[in-house]
């Protein structure tokens, strides 16, 4: 019921949705510090995908998969990317080392979590900025590639975030996306995507994908989650949110409620 009832409130008044996860995401970075929680997305399983991983990035395997999913649709070896809603910055970090861009900036809201993006990452070719994705820092045509993992349901407004993507993107570069909605906004989102400068090139419902990376990871989460020093309401909040098995969120999928979506988009000009 708190879900629905939030949900109202955030179509009724976007800019209390972007406070809500500008605080939340904000108290989260400080209350939960640790290295170890480099990821807050869900993940995506294929029995097709077997990347090579370092054993230090086998413990998030699934959400990596997510990121290797949207981002290798386009190469990036050599390109300067950008993503929008880093949050804690594994991702990002995640494709600096794996996808060997020529630059990774990450752009987050968030102040605290860009300052332990600071903290957790030392590389001369990724960096952080705390930015609003509605009115990014950055000249035009200024990157490559634009990358935006499970972050713009969060945002005001997506038509200010797509024609901020639109501005920011040099002609032809790449728009490569991935988020939830609930399932009869989906054609709203795809419109949104295929709107301003940009076109939408292909889109997957991957779902099925997300639901079964929660199976393999709900067991590791819930341990994880339980050994935070957050209290105890806080703690349930995250399970549901970080999608283990059994909770609302994960529900959600399963009944068909929520549908998550990957897609891919050109600028034209």
Same mark, same amino acid.
């Given at each position: 019921?708190?879900?629905?009832?939030?949900?109202?409130?955030?179509?009724?008044?976007?800019?209390?949705?972007?406070?809500?996860?500008?605080?939340?995401?904000?108290?989260?970075?400080?209350?939960?510090?640790?290295?170890?929680?480099?990821?807050?997305?869900?993940?995506?399983?294929?029995?097709?995908?077997?990347?090579?991983?370092?054993?230090?990035?086998?413990?998030?395997?699934?959400?990596?998969?997510?990121?290797?999913?949207?981002?290798?649709?386009?190469?990036?070896?050599?390109?300067?990317?950008?993503?929008?809603?880093?949050?804690?910055?594994?991702?990002? +970090? $995640?494709? =600096? !080392?794996? @996808?060997?861009?020529?630059?990774?900036?990450? %752009?987050? &809201?968030? #102040?605290?979590?860009?300052?332990?993006?600071?903290?957790?990452?030392?590389?001369?070719?990724?960096?952080?900025?705390?930015?609003?994705?509605?009115?990014?820092?950055?000249?035009?045509?200024?990157?490559?590639?634009?990358?935006?993992?499970?972050?713009?349901?969060?945002?005001?407004?997506?038509?200010?975030?797509?024609?901020?993507?639109?501005?920011?993107?040099?002609?032809?570069?790449?728009?490569?996306?991935?988020?939830?909605?609930?399932? +009869? $906004?989906? =054609? !709203?989102? @795809?419109?949104?995507?295929?709107?301003?400068? %940009?076109? &939408?090139? #292909?889109?997957?419902?991957?779902?099925?994908?997300?639901?079964?990376?929660?199976?393999?990871?709900?067991?590791?989460?819930?341990?994880?989650?339980?050994?935070?020093?957050?209290?105890?309401?806080?703690?349930?909040?995250?399970?549901?949110?970080?999608?283990?098995?059994?909770?609302?969120?994960?529900?959600?999928?399963?009944?068909?409620?929520?549908?998550?979506?990957?897609?891919?988009?050109?600028?034209?000009?």
């Amino acid at each position: 019921m708190i879900y629905r009832l939030l949900y109202s409130i955030f179509k009724r008044f976007p800019w209390i949705k972007q406070l809500f996860w500008k605080i939340w995401y904000t108290r989260l970075a400080q209350k939960v510090s640790s290295s170890k929680l480099k990821f807050m997305n869900y993940g995506y399983y294929s029995e097709s995908m077997n990347i090579s991983l370092k054993d230090e990035d086998e413990l998030e395997r699934y959400p990596i998969q997510l990121y290797h999913h949207v981002a290798t649709k386009v190469a990036l070896k050599g390109l300067k990317v950008l993503e929008v809603g880093s949050g804690r910055g594994g991702g990002a +970090n $995640y494709i =600096n !080392e794996y @996808l060997e861009p020529k630059e990774m900036i990450g %752009l987050d &809201l968030s #102040s605290s979590a860009i300052d332990l993006c600071d903290t957790f990452y030392k590389s001369d070719r990724l960096s952080f900025l705390q930015g609003s994705s509605e009115d990014m820092p950055f000249g035009d045509n200024t990157f490559d590639i634009v990358i935006n993992v499970e972050s713009s349901h969060c945002y005001t407004s997506m038509d200010n975030f797509i024609s901020e993507v639109s501005r920011v993107l040099k002609p032809n570069g790449h728009f490569l996306f991935c988020d939830l909605r609930r399932s +009869n $906004y989906v =054609n !709203e989102m @795809l419109d949104q995507l295929n709107s301003h400068s %940009l076109e &939408l090139l #292909s889109y997957e419902d991957i779902t099925s994908n997300v639901i079964r990376a929660s199976d393999e990871m709900s067991a590791q989460r819930i341990d994880l989650i339980n050994r935070l020093k957050v209290g105890k309401y806080v703690r349930n909040i995250l399970k549901s949110f970080a999608g283990v098995k059994g909770g609302k969120v994960y529900d959600s999928f399963a009944n068909g409620y929520f549908k998550y979506i990957s897609a891919v988009c050109i600028n034209k000009e």
